[in-house]
C-alpha cells in the first residue's frame, strides 16, 4: 500500500488525512503534529476565552483517538518534523515528549504547517503577560491568566478579525479594553467608510480605540504594561494580546528547497504540488491565486484551506483537480456589527493604479435586513466594486442581520464569474422576517446598472468633503438638501440649499442648470428620486451622495 505522510493535524491536514481515508480504504496514512492537539477549532479560540463556547473540549473537533478508531489514520501528536529528504523521500522527526528522533519514509507528503502569529522584536514583548492567541495552550495561557490573575484591563495590538474577537471577547469578560491599531482603520479588508462603522460601534461599546498609532516599546511596572506609542503617548495595561498578522509554517519547506515566494509562502501549482514530485501543500503555508486578479497572493482562512485539503486528497489518489484560487471571503462580529468581505477593496483597486468611473465603478447603499415593517429590521451597508462590463471586483456589507447571507451570495455569484446583471436576475428567498421582496443584493444589481448606463452619478463623503474645500470650485455646483424640515433641523450640509424630494417636481427651476447638482437625503433613496426627475428635466450633472448624512455624518 503506498503511504501518505502529513505534516500539520489542524485545518488543512485533518481534512487531507480524512478525505484521503474515503477515497482509499488501503493507503497508510500517518500524521505529524508538533502540538498536543490535532484538529481544534482555532477559529472558536476567542469565544472560548470570552465564555461563549463553555466547555474546552467542545474545541477539540476530532480527538487522535478517534482518528484511529474511526479513520484508521496514524496520529502522532508532539511529533515535529524536523527534515524532509525530499531524494531518499524520507522525513525526520522528533518525539517532543521523549526526544526520540526517527526517520519515516513516503510516497506522498503533505505540508500543512500552517502560519504562526507575528511577533516582532519591540523591546520587552516577551513577558508573561503578552499573550499571541493561535493555538489550544496559548488559549489556556489566556484563560489561566484571566481566572488567577483577575486583570482589569487588556489591550489588543492589530485590528484585523481575530484582534477585535479578542477585544469583543475581553470586554464580555468585564476588562476594560484598548485596541491599537498602527493603520488608520481597522479591518484591513474593507474600506475606510466601511471600517468607520465598525469603530463608531466599537466606541459606543466602551472601547478604547486608538487608531494611527503603533507600539514602540512595552515597559513593565510589577504585572502592569506601559505600552509607549510612536506618538509619545502611553497606554496602562495588565495583559496585551498581539494580533498582528502571521507567517507562514516555511521553515520546513525551507530546509527541503522548496521553492517559495517572497513572503515566505510555498509555491505550488493548480494541483497543489510544490516545486519537487510527490510534496504537496495545503492551507495557510501557501501561496495561491487571487480569483479576481489572477494575481499570486497570500489568504490565510480556514475555508480555503479545506477546500484545497480536499482537492489533495482525490489527486493524491489520481484524480486531476484544480484549485482555481481564493476569493478571500470572510465575515466576522464585531460587537453589535458583522463586517464582511469578497474580492478586492476599493483600497487595493487604487493601489493597482485603476480609475474611479473608469477602470472600476462603486455601488455603495444603505438597505434594511429585511422589510422595514416587519419588526427587528436593521440597516445593511453595502459596497460592491464592479468594472465596466458589469464583472464584480468585490464586496464589503456592516450590519447587525443579514450580513452573512449577502456577502455569501455575492460571493457565489463571483465565484460563478456572474457579472451585476446576473445580480438582479437572482431570485432569493423572500418572507417579510428574512428579507425584501427587491434584496439588498438585488439592489446592489439594480443600482449597478443605473451607474453603468449613465442613470445615476454617485458622490462618495470624501469627494463632498474634498469640494466642499475647495474654494476655486465654489460657484461650479449646488448641494440640495432634499430631506424634510425637521431633519434638516437635526443636520444640513453647510450652503446646501432645501428642497424637500416631494416638491421637487415644482420647484426644480429654482435650480441653476449650469452647474453641478448634489443632491442628499438620509440613506440616498429620495435623493436618488429627485435626482431622476432633474435629470429628465434636462440636468447634466447630477450626483447622489452614496447612503447619504446617515453615512456622511458618520465620517
Ligand atoms: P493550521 O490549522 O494552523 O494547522 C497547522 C498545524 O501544523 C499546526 O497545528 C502546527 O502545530 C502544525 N505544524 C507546523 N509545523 C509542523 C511541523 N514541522 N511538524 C509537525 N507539525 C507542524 N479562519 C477563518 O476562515 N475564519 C475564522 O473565523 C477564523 N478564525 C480564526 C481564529 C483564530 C484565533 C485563529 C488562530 C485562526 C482563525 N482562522 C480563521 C484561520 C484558520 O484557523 C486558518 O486559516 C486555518 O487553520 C489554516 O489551516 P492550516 O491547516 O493551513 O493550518
Redesign the pocket.
Known amino acids: 500500500a503506498k503511504k501518505t505522510l502529513i505534516?500539520?493535524?489542524?485545518?488543512?491536514?485533518?481534512?487531507t488525512a480524512t478525505r484521503l481515508r474515503r477515497r482509499d480504504d488501503s493507503m497508510e496514512i500517518v500524521i505529524?503534529?508538533?502540538?498536543d492537539?490535532?484538529s481544534y477549532a482555532?477559529?472558536?479560540?476567542?469565544y472560548y476565552i470570552g465564555g461563549v463556547i463553555e466547555s474546552r473540549d467542545a474545541l477539540l473537533v476530532t480527538k487522535p483517538e478517534v482518528m484511529r478508531d474511526r479513520f484508521h489514520i496514524d496520529v502522532r501528536v508532539s511529533?515535529?518534523?524536523?527534515k524532509i529528504i525530499p531524494e531518499e523521500k524520507k522525513i525526520e522527526v522528533t518525539n517532543k515528549k521523549t526526544g526520540e528522533v526517527y526517520e519515516e519514509t513516503y510516497d506522498n507528503l503533505v505540508l500543512?504547517?500552517?502560519?504562526s502569529?507575528i511577533k516582532p522584536p519591540i523591546p520587552g514583548i516577551n513577558a508573561d503577560n503578552i499573550f499571541t492567541?493561535?493555538?489550544v495552550p496559548d488559549t489556556d495561557r489566556i484563560k489561566a491568566y484571566l481566572t488567577e490573575k483577575k486583570p482589569r484591563s487588556a489591550a489588543v495590538i492589530g485590528g484585523g478579525?481575530?484582534g477585535l474577537?479578542?477585544a469583543e471577547n475581553l470586554h464580555a469578560e468585564g476588562l476594560e479594553v484598548s485596541v491599537i491599531e498602527m493603520q488608520s482603520q481597522v479591518m484591513a479588508p474593507v474600506d475606510p467608510e466601511m471600517a468607520n462603522l465598525v469603530h463608531e460601534n466599537m466606541i459606543m461599546n466602551g472601547l478604547n480605540l486608538i487608531l494611527g498609532d503603533g507600539v514602540k516599546e512595552f515597559h513593565h511596572k510589577g504585572n502592569t504594561i506601559q505600552i509607549e506609542l510612536t506618538s509619545g503617548n502611553m497606554v496602562e495595561t495588565d495583559m496585551v494580546i498581539l494580533s498582528i498578522g502571521v507567517r507562514p509554517?516555511n521553515?520546513?519547506a525551507k530546509q527541503a528547497g522548496l521553492a517559495l515566494n517572497q513572503k515566505g509562502g510555498v509555491l505550488v501549482d493548480d494541483y497543489l504540488q510544490t516545486s519537487i514530485p510527490d510534496i504537496y501543500a495545503?492551507?495557510?503555508?501557501i501561496e495561491v491565486t487571487h480569483y479576481v486578479t489572477k494575481d499570486k497572493t497570500m489568504i490565510?482562512?480556514?475555508?480555503?484551506?479545506?477546500k484545497q485539503?480536499r482537492i489533495l486528497a482525490d489527486n493524491i489518489v489520481g484524480d486531476k483537480k484544480k484549485y482555481n484560487g481564493t476569493l478571500g471571503t470572510?465575515?466576522?462580529k464585531v460587537f453589535d456589527l458583522d463586517v464582511a468581505s469578497v474580492g478586492l477593496n476599493e483600497k487595493q483597486l487604487k493601489a493597482m493604479g485603476k480609475v474611479k468611473n473608469q477602470d472600476y465603478f462603486v455601488a455603495l447603499i444603505n438597505q434594511k435586513s429585511h422589510a422595514g415593517y416587519y419588526p427587528g429590521a436593521t440597516p445593511l451597508t453595502l459596497k460592491m466594486l464592479f468594472d465596466g462590463e458589469g464583472k464584480i471586483l468585490g464586496g464589503q456589507i456592516v450590519g447587525q442581520d443579514g450580513v452573512d447571507k449577502r456577502i455569501d451570495t455575492l460571493a457565489t455569484t463571483m465565484r460563478l464569474d456572474g457579472t451585476i446583471y446576473q445580480l438582479e436576475e437572482l431570485e432569493l428567498a423572500y418572507a417579510p422576517p428574512f428579507s425584501s421582496a427587491k434584496d439588498p443584493v438585488n439592489m446592489l444589481g439594480y443600482v449597478a446598472e443605473n451607474i453603468l448606463r449613465g442613470q445615476v452619478k454617485f458622490i462618495d463623503w470624501s469627494e463632498l468633503d474634498t469640494l466642499l474645500a475647495d474654494e476655486s470650485k465654489k460657484n461650479s455646483y449646488t448641494v440640495l438638501d432634499v430631506t424634510e424640515e425637521m431633519e434638516r433641523m437635526v443636520f444640513a450640509v453647510p450652503n446646501s440649499i432645501h428642497i424637500p424630494s416631494g416638491q421637487i417636481h415644482d420647484r426644480w427651476n429654482e435650480l441653476d442648470k449650469n452647474k453641478m447638482i448634489i443632491l442628499y437625503c438620509t440613506i440616498g433613496v429620495r435623493s436618488y428620486n429627485a435626482a431622476r426627475v432633474l435629470i429628465q428635466k434636462g440636468f447634466k450633472d447630477v450626483s447622489v451622495l452614496s447612503c447619504g448624512t446617515s453615512f456622511y455624518k458618520s465620517m
Open positions: 505534516v500539520g493535524g489542524v485545518a488543512g491536514g485533518a481534512t505529524f503534529e508538533r502540538g492537539y490535532i482555532n477559529c472558536g479560540l476567542p511529533s515535529e518534523v524536523t500543512a504547517t500552517g502560519s502569529p492567541l493561535w493555538t478579525f481575530i474577537e479578542m509554517n521553515e520546513l495545503v492551507g495557510d503555508v490565510p482562512l480556514a475555508g480555503p484551506a479545506n485539503a470572510a465575515v466576522a
